[in-house]
């Protein structure tokens, strides 16, 4: 059913299926199957989460045929107590992450967007971004360049009477792994702000001028005011992932090391160590939890920003 206005401005209600509506669904085709194949059927795995798993043919007769063991997945998996320091590190580094990748891109895109050489204005935007093109299993290379313990460049510059064992100093690991993830996904967060920055009404800025208001005053009164809904919206999106975190970061770039893992282990990289040693249905109950929690966190958030500013809220 579509309304279409007539030249009269009356509302008609159309019930046929037309022209257009076969456009836009032809359009929107590939999306929804895309969401139908990698979203909504894997949910049906949920089930192993429920059941004691058994390897006896192909995928579905296993899901059909292991037996079912109701909550036992969840008891052993929180009976270990080794799961409730894992999600402390995965909260903790998501908390600090959430607030250096709202902060620091917001500063650099009114820097950026402040510079009166626009062409270099887009070199230092796009040597920010190239980092979010490096994958981690690249990245984990450059760092083992640097703290490789034989021919690792901070051991020769710095340490070469007494080189160092990094991947074995937990201490430094908390800092190393904000450092990087900030600095890889700075440029990415950096364009969703410019472009919201560039489609600021410039007569704004210009009618500031003229009545004598400073720099950050102009920030204070027309950039950050437009920028808040955009923010608030990364904010609740990151929120919603705040029980995720990202395995290239966590397990390619520690390389595994067992004598930082107290430190650098985050659900996810447990989850996929239960799967290397076959508890399947424990790792499935850890992934079930954490959408759970992250659907509520989402829930939650966006609940409390439409207290505040029912504007700004996504839903």
């Known amino acids: 059913m579509s309304k279409k206005s007539s030249s009269t401005g009356e509302v008609r209600i159309h019930k046929r299926w037309d022209r257009d509506d076969t456009e836009l669904s032809i ?12 979203l909504f059927l894997p949910m049906f795995g949920i089930i192993i ?21 109701g909550w036992d997945n969840f008891a052993v998996l929180f009976r270990t107590g080794a799961i409730w320091g894992y999600l402390r590190n995965t909260i903790l580094y998501n908390i600090v992450f959430i607030i250096l990748n709202i902060v620091l891109p ?39 360049a640097f703290l490789c313990y ?54 704004l800025y210009e009618a500031a001028i003229i009545d004598g208001a400073t720099i950050w005053q102009q920030v204070r009164s027309i950039t950050l005011p437009m920028l808040k809904s955009v923010i608030i919206m990364m904010f609740i999106m990151n929120v919603g992932r705040i029980f995720y975190s990202d ?15 107290g430190i650098t282990t985050t659900l996810d990289v447990y989850v ?9 249905g424990m790792s499935s109950a850890a992934a079930f939890i954490q959408s759970v929690a992250g659907c509520i966190t989402i829930l939650v958030a966006n609940g ?3 207290k505040i500013d029912p504007e700004s809220a996504m839903i």
């Open 27 to 38: 359009l929107a085709l590939p999306t929804t199957i895309w969401y139908i194949l990698f």
């Open 49 to 69: 989460a429920f059941k004691s798993w058994q390897i006896s043919g192909s995928f579905i007769s296993n899901m059909i045929n292991s037996p079912w063991c």
């Open 106 to 144: 917001v500063i650099c895109t009114l820097m950026v967007s402040m510079l009166h050489g626009k062409r270099l204005a887009k070199v230092y935007q796009t040597c920010m971004f190239m980092p979010y093109f490096l994958s981690w299993v690249v990245i984990s290379a450059l760092v083992w």
């Open 150 to 203: 034989d021919n690792g460049l901070i051991n020769n510059m710095f340490f070469a009477d007494n080189p160092q064992q990094w991947y074995m100093k937990p201490e430094i690991w908390p800092f190393l792994l904000t450092f990087l993830n900030t600095w890889k996904v700075l440029g990415y967060n950096m364009v969703v702000y410019l472009a919201t920055v560039t489609g600021i009404d410039r007569s």
């Open 247 to 261: 395995f290239g970061l966590f397990f390619q770039v520690t390389r595994d090391s067992n004598s930082i893992t």
């Open 272 to 280: 996929y160590r239960m799967l290397k040693l076959g508890t399947t």
């Open 304 to 306: 409390i920003v439409r």
